[in-house]
């Protein structure tokens, strides 16, 4: 399954009911008449599969008499649904109507009459003119996920035309209205159970929508849906929970989504991805402690003049070469409090607070702790769509520093900002854009993909 998408990113103003979705799915009739494309060949299947009981039973023929007759093995040759169409039941589902459509079937006749003659042949059905109404409910069932089912059926035959072959085929043809009626009687009473069936079977693809999808080691995402689908004139949308959690430990974050609304225009399907849900990301993230790093100097550059040693810090704080002479350091960062993500117009921002414990390695391998800076960072992101998966990529924007605690005297910090910037952009930057760049699962049914996908960051 192929669809068009248009992927947005939604800031939030106010803060509403923790009711509200953080992600939004709309399927607009675009993109309803692409599922009716794939919906029909799933009932004309299920046409196909009609079983037309043996018809038998007497008949008086003037001016032959009774006849005894018996119509048998009757098989669907062909079925043809060449015209459809599908429109939207505000507040219910979706109308669908198929038009025009035709069943061919072959079968066997046999007659006995005037008490000894037998005769036997076969026969041609061409059912025309078929049509058939259907509405279909879409709710959501009690794990999240989307469920249809077929109400109101209808199903009313044109007309049936019958043709004998062999033997005394013209026999048949004095009373072939009597048995175009059992016919029509019989394909009518069938018709609208298989729809349902048919329309039931899109129920197996609905349930494959990834309610919980795992995203790494430290977390999952939630997609389950927090009301049911809502049905307009102009689309079907889907109010999804969004929520990124730890595995295994769904704890709320202290913030809740707030109302957002998507507003189409030419594609299949949107998808608004609101701030709570990368916020969310960040919270679970941080509490997993995955958004700390250990920074030794072998994940430097080996062309940098700048080394994690403390000769090069002793350059800018003297007493740390005197304490600690000729040791190879290591650092710490780590943030202190949750990332805070805010959306502007195709502008991402992260603010991260964050603090940066520098450690001398002894001989022995025991760290002796120099100091701990805080540091505040702003990033911009950049977020692309990669099969069907949501990644990004940061730059730093700026960065500023100041002394929390130090264990080798005071000392100025701002010498330090050169080798924190170059520390962030050689280091840590590139292995967060490693795991940006893995993305996480969006909302998706099945093998679904998504081509021609546009995003935009919004604010709203």
Sequence with gaps: ???????????????????????????????????????????????????????????????????????????????????????????????????????SLHGNWRVKYLRIIKDSGSFDLNVNGLTITTSIDIKSDETGKPAVSSINCAAIVGSVTIKFHGGASWLYNLFKNFIDKALRNELQKQICPLVADAVSDLNSQLKTLNVVAQVDQYAEIEYSMVSSPTVSKSSIDLSLKGEFYNIGKHQEPPFSPAAFSLTPQSNMLYIGVSVFTINSAAFVYNKAGALSLYITDDMIPQGSPIRLNTRTFGAFIPQIAKQFPGLMMKLLVKTVKNPAITFEPNNVTVQATSTVTAYAIQPNTTLSPLFVLNLETSVSAQVFVSGIRLAGAVTLNKMDLTLGTSYVGEFQVRPLNSILQIVLKVVVIPKLNVQLAKGYPLPTLGKMKLVNTQLQVLKV
């Excluded at 993109?31 to 009932?43: E, F, V």
């Excluded at 043996?54 to 008499?65: A, F, L, R």
């Excluded at 048998?72 to 038009?99: A, E, F, H, W, Y």
């Design 1 to 103: 399954m192929f669809l068009c998408c248009w992927l947005a990113l939604v800031a939030l103003i106010s803060m509403t009911l923790s009711t509200n979705p953080g992600v939004k799915v709309k399927l607009t009739e675009k993109g309803l008449d692409y599922g009716r494309q794939l919906g029909m060949a799933s009932i004309q299947q299920r046409l196909k599969t009609i079983q037309v009981p043996d018809i038998s039973g007497t008949q008086k023929v003037s001016p032959i008499g009774t006849v005894q007759y018996s119509l048998s093995n009757m098989q669907i040759v062909d079925c043809g649904l060449p015209k459809s169409s599908v429109d939207l039941v505000p507040g219910t589902g979706v109308r669908l109507q198929i038009g025009n459509a035709f069943i």
